[in-house]
């Protein structure tokens, strides 16, 4: 079975641009998570879907937004960047069925703001 | 904040097993513990969970104390590919949701030859 993919896997982006990462979940689950990850702050989560619906978000500001498709697939989007926008974004997958679904990771796309 | 605690740093001896401590002296009686680990600039991986049991899978074996307080992550047989950041996680109900995962500084283990 094919793991979570993300893509691209390096980005390179300006100040005040805005970008869209790209995550496809392993086949049959059906939630989503973000996860962004910096060398000061760690593993810090951004938000979760299940079946196209933000089931809940962390504590980041509005210029991060998800969204999930039909087939599960989901994007997110980081408008106007910042500088401390510069991190490791983390994709994970599960069957969402609950604290006894694992989460499985991509390898996550590298994001630098320039 | 995480509600695990863990060494920041461990050495095992490439072929021992290496045991990684974990306390979660707060945790719920619902609360599943999970590990993963982090290999540098890759996903962190899914390692084991557990309830309330000792629970064994190909990759390791997790050993939770019987007030749950407590647990122990083992690796029978420690590579140098092992080599990597550890995560013990309390995976909570936060916010209603199916529970996600807050990481904690973790423990890097290192697996000398």
């Known amino acids: 079975k094919a793991g979570v993919t993300q893509t691209p896997r390096y980005l390179i982006k300006t100040r005040g641009q805005q970008v869209t990462l790209s995550c496809s979940p392993i086949s049959g689950h059906r939630s989503v998570s973000w996860y962004q990850q910096t060398p000061g702050q760690g593993l810090q989560f951004l938000f979760e879907?299940?079946?196209?619906?933000?089931?809940n978000k962390g504590n980041f500001p509005g210029r991060f937004s998800g969204r999930q498709f039909s087939n599960s697939r989901s994007e997110m989007n980081v408008s106007t960047l910042e500088l401390g926008d510069s991190a490791l974004y983390l994709c994970?997958?599960?069957?969402?069925?609950?604290?006894?679904?694992?989460?499985?990771f991509g390898n996550g796309t590298r994001l630098t703001v320039t | 904040d995480a509600k695990t605690t863990q060494p920041t740093s461990m050495d095992c001896a490439e072929g021992r097993a290496a045991n990684l401590p974990c306390n979660h002296s707060?945790?719920?009686?619902?609360?599943?513990v999970y590990w993963y680990r982090q290999i540098h600039s890759q996903g962190p991986q899914y390692i084991i969970h557990g309830l309330k049991n000792n629970e064994t899978n190909e990759m390791a074996s997790l050993i939770i104390t019987e007030d749950r307080k407590s647990s122990t992550l083992i690796l029978p047989h420690a590579t140098l590919r092992d080599t990597a950041v550890y995560y013990c996680i309390v995976r909570v109900n936060y916010g209603g949701s199916q529970g996600n995962l807050i990481f904690g500084k973790g423990t890097k283990l290192s697996v000398k030859p």
């Open positions: 994970a997958s599960s069957l969402g069925g609950g604290f006894n679904s694992p989460l499985h």
């Open positions: 707060t945790i719920s009686g619902n609360e599943y």
């Open positions: 879907y299940f079946s196209e619906t933000q089931r």
